[in-house]
């Protein structure tokens, strides 16, 4: 994919209405972070439409900022990491070889170049974009840090340095984390998560499953290493299966994985596509599966029925009493949601034991960590039939994620610190 270069441009400001020099510039260093500050832009917008926002994606072109009132500025380049160079020296090897060293010098000197046509900057992410914000634009500030928690670990004695220095507010993830930065002399609040406004349900059921099936979202993550996850999904779906064939399972598949080799995958593992509407088996009466469609894929092994749904993550988190999942942020807003999750090592570089260990501490209770695919299986079926430790793990999973609304609350906070006249 080639360099994609916004224009930088100047605007006037308007005459007899509200002053353009209310213009946020979001600074955001990564794919998920894109699209809580777009959430997050969405809802300034709302409550100030005369507010213009801008956004500077650091990592990829910021594809998740189309769905929201913000226009894309700076320089923009894909590289091969997608994000992850702290992964290993390999990936930041190719992201060398691929240009990102003069990317990120002219991502520096474009942030420069947009100083004196923004009034406040939000950064959203870890602390590079708050390295960026302060260094290069050097405007009011507000830092959102997606990255980290103290349930996991604490920010660093530099960052904390940084944002006591140069924020004016801090949004911190959760109570924990902003009480501790409090403590430490830094204007933190929490008002909410971000995470809890970017589920997006569509308000209508999955195709298919009707109303009182029981059913299970899987999450197998949104990056390549989904397609070497769903084996060993598929081998904790059998174990559940054998005692519970009458649950529903339902993949919530990310948009930017392929439909098809999903498909190909679960056949591999002894799923059927069914390609015509036909009869869903069992005594419930529930009639028929629809035939595929370009968004969907129905597949059975003897009377398990699974459903493969791309771009409709919140629909599934919706149907699903419980979640297998092998994900990051899908499998924390699963947990928010009261949908307890049951989740064990994966094969590949992302969703490691090491995550999981970390992301337990995140979720608490909210979180069985499994050992393996087939433990994994055994603890989704104790869950179901332990009414008293399912409602724990959801109260948990809630209390740990917070309500939705926090993107309605953090523009309020941004409106009143900024003296900018909201409309409510």
Known sequence: MGMRESVVETIPKQSGGAEVGHRVLFISNGHGEDLLAGVLAEALHEKCPYVESWAFPIVGTGQAYERFPVKVVG??????????????FAALREDVKAGFLKLTWQQWQALKALRNQVSYVVAVGDIYALYLAYRFVAKPLAFVPTA????????????????K?????????????????????????????????AIFPSGRSLPGIWPGKKVIGILPGSREEAYT?????????????????????????????????TATILGENGWQVVHVESPMGGDEGDGTIPKENNRARWLVKGKTRLLV????????????????????????????????????????SQFTAKFLRAQKRLLGDALEAA??????????????TDPTKYAVMAAC?????????????????????????GNG
């Open 397 to 421: 999973g809630r209390e740990r994620m917070g309500e939705p609304g926090g993107a309605k609350r953090m523009a309020t906070e941004l409106i009143r610190l900024w003296s900018i006249q």
């Open 309 to 348: 749904a791309q771009g409709r993550f919140g629909d599934v988190l919706d149907s699903s009493s419980l979640c297998l999942g092998m994900a990051g942020t899908a499998n924390e807003q699963a947990a928010g949601l009261g949908r307890p999750v049951v989740a064990f090592p994966g094969s590949g």
């Open 165 to 197: 220095k140069y924020c004016q507010i801090v949004l911190a993830r959760d109570e924990l984390t902003a009480t501790n930065l409090r403590h430490s002399q830094i204007p933190a609040q929490y008002v909410g998560n971000l995470m809890m406004d």
């Open 229 to 261: 996850n769903l084996p060993l999904l598929c081998i904790t779906i059998d174990e559940i299966a054998t005692k519970r064939p009458d649950i529903v399972f339902a993949v919530a598949l990310a948009g930017n994985l392929s439909l098809d080799k």
């Open 371 to 384: 050992r393996d695919p087939w433990a994994a299986g055994q603890a989704v079926l104790e869950i179901l």
């Open 75 to 88: 320089v923009q380049k894909e590289m091969p990491s997608g994000g992850w160079i702290r992964q290993s």
């Open 148 to 163: 980290k928690s103290d349930y996991i670990r604490s920010h660093l004695a530099i960052e904390k340095h940084l944002m």
